[in-house]
């Protein structure tokens, strides 16, 4: 049973950072892709940036150059670095994990930014 469990979500004023970290239950490396996503109420959740084992970082063109995803397969965790964060960006954020066709989620990390 894949368990992926997000951690660092909270309150920040425009402008600042925050970085999201997603601790999974066994190991990273094998899933094929790994990734965060986003919802607000009332959306559809929305792709913020994968990163699969092999290959480039995809985000999407609202986060491009301010936001960063990365993996640490020995410490079986997903982090993504949230810099000039902007009020839009409040949202539930969450973890998500790709192995064999499979999608696994977390619970989400709320995610506010005030003006």
């Known amino acids: 049973q894949v368990q992926l469990v997000e951690s660092g979500g909270g309150l920040v004023q425009a402008g600042g950072s925050l970085r999201l970290s997603c601790a999974a239950s066994g190991s990273i490396f094998s899933f094929n892709s790994m990734g965060w996503y986003r919802q607000t109420p009332g959306k559809r959740r929305e792709l913020v940036a994968t990163?699969?084992?092999?290959?480039?970082?995809n985000y999407a063109d609202s986060v491009k150059g301010r936001f960063t995803i990365s993996r640490d397969n020995p410490k079986n965790t997903l982090y993504l670095q949230m810099n000039s964060l902007k009020p839009e960006d409040t949202a539930v954020y969450y973890c998500?994990?790709?192995?064999?066709?499979?999608?696994?989620w977390g619970q989400g990390t709320q995610v506010t930014v005030s003006s």
């Open positions: 990163k699969p084992n092999w290959g480039s970082s």
């Open positions: 998500n994990a790709r192995r064999d066709g499979n999608d696994y």
